[in-house]
């Protein structure tokens, strides 16, 4: 049986019941906070809406859905990536292991190379995890972008270090950083990732270090706690959210956007190497609710 999606739920609340009654406006934040968006935001979100459609007298399910995108909005930002030609660019990608980082990687560097034709480089820097060097090398290899790797167990910054190096003697182009995610253990982890930094920040052109975090849209609130701890050791750029498609809730994007700020560049939607767009908010909010 086929999983009902988010925005089916939504619409669902429409059926037999009166759209301005309490009990509605109850339902519709359940819902949200189901979706993952947040209890607190959730809560706000209807109070207002419930607020400006007995106000306005707006009750069709068109208008109330318009309304609660329209609150919804300020929270869910898009961010535009792009290469600066000739010289040298560094994407660091972030996230918990499971998250689909060197999946993404993969996916950025084949989508950068294509677009802009530029030299792309993956930096192999989660030298921890077992599978991790040889899945990328095998994503490099596949898509004919090159790869640096060190031994296993090797210092990640060094490999960044060496990714850049060998772009800068290329003229420039894009690095795109794989990195650990171990969680378990966040004051190592925290303290390779500002190692890694340091050498992102020095081996970079000015305005051309982007820090991206992976977050699986399947995961609620978890992304959020994710988000929070990678944005205090780091800082974070924008969002890579993967794992979305119809029947993903992925509200979690508006709780972060709440909460830290931070915008979405790219979602992925599968496991092929085209699945991966550019970011939209509008259309984002309107796959959500349903419009």
Avoid at 40 to 65: F, H, N, T, W, Y
Avoid at 91 to 110: E, P, Y
Wanted: proline letters at 1%; hydrophobic letters at 40%.
């Amino acid at each position: 049986m086929a999983k009902m999606s988010f925005a089916q739920k939504i619409k669902n609340l429409f059926v037999g019941k009166n759209p301005l009654d309490e009990d509605f406006f109850d339902d519709l934040g359940d819902a949200l906070i189901e979706g993952d968006v947040g209890a607190a935001l959730a809560m706000e979100i209807v109070d207002s809406l419930c607020e400006i459609c007995r106000k306005e007298k707006i009750s069709s399910q068109d208008g109330i859905l318009k309304k609660l995108k329209t609150l919804l909005l300020p929270y869910v930002k898009s961010y535009a990536l792009s290469v600066e030609q000739g010289r040298n660019n560094i994407w660091m990608l972030l996230g918990v292991n499971g998250v689909g980082k060197t999946t993404s990687a993969a996916k950025l560097a084949r989508l950068q190379k294509n677009a802009t034709g530029a030299n792309v480089f993956l930096s192999a820097s989660d030298t921890f995890r077992a599978a991790a060097v040889d899945q990328i090398s095998m994503h490099g290899e596949r898509l004919g972008i090159r790869v640096v790797a060190h031994q296993m167990g090797s210092d990640p910054a060094a490999v960044v270090f060496d990714a850049a190096e060998s772009l800068k003697a290329h003229s420039g182009g894009l690095v795109i950083a794989d990195t650990a995610g171990r969680l378990h253990n966040k004051e190592n982890l925290v303290r390779e990732l500002e190692k890694i930094d340091r050498i992102c920040r020095q081996k970079s052109d000015e305005g051309c270090y982007k820090k991206l975090l992976v977050v699986d849209a399947t995961t609620g609130q978890n992304a959020l706690r994710q988000a929070e701890v990678f944005n205090e050791a780091v800082g974070v750029d924008a969002l890579i959210l993967t794992k979305y498609d119809s029947s993903a809730k992925g509200g979690v994007v508006i709780s972060i956007g709440k909460q830290l700020g931070l915008p979405v560049c790219y979602v992925c939607t599968g496991e092929g190497y085209d699945d991966i767009a550019e970011f939209d908010a509008e259309k984002y909010l309107d796959e959500f609710l349903g419009i």
